[in-house]
């Protein structure tokens, strides 16, 4: 069983609390924050493993976190997933151009958010514990 911690971003309290949950009985250690600006200074606290983080929110945006980590050397080589209702194709390649690891459309199921979970913290060389 994995404990690599995983910090989820999100203002739909009701998709953090599920995905929060969904996470914890798959063994993951959970972290959560319900804008960017939160999420920003638990990133700084204490780095995550990997960082589940919703597009569009208050105070801080998705791509303005993303950004921000990325001037950071040691942040930016967190594994990152942006999960949003915006299912554009541009919407999706600008996600990646922002330096997102892995871009998830809700509402995604369980088994795609573990899939890419497994493939982020493969890739980023981050070896579940």
Not at 64 to 69: D, F, G, H, K, V
């Amino acid at each position: 069983m994995s404990h690599a911690c995983i910090l989820i971003i999100e203002d739909d309290t009701c998709i953090l609390n599920n995905t929060a949950e969904l996470l914890q009985l798959e063994g993951y250690t959970v972290m959560t924050a319900s804008d960017g600006k939160i999420g920003m200074e638990k990133i700084l606290h204490s780095p995550p493993d990997l960082i589940i983080c919703d597009l569009l929110m208050p105070k801080m945006d998705g791509l303005t976190l993303l950004e921000t980590l990325g001037k950071h050397p040691k942040l930016k080589k967190i594994p990152f997933i942006f999960s949003s209702a915006k299912s554009e194709k541009t919407d999706i390649e600008k996600g990646l151009a922002f330096g997102a690891d892995d871009y998830l459309v809700k509402p995604f199921g369980l088994d795609e958010l573990l899939k890419s979970i497994k493939k982020c913290l493969s890739t980023k060389g981050v070896a579940e514990k």
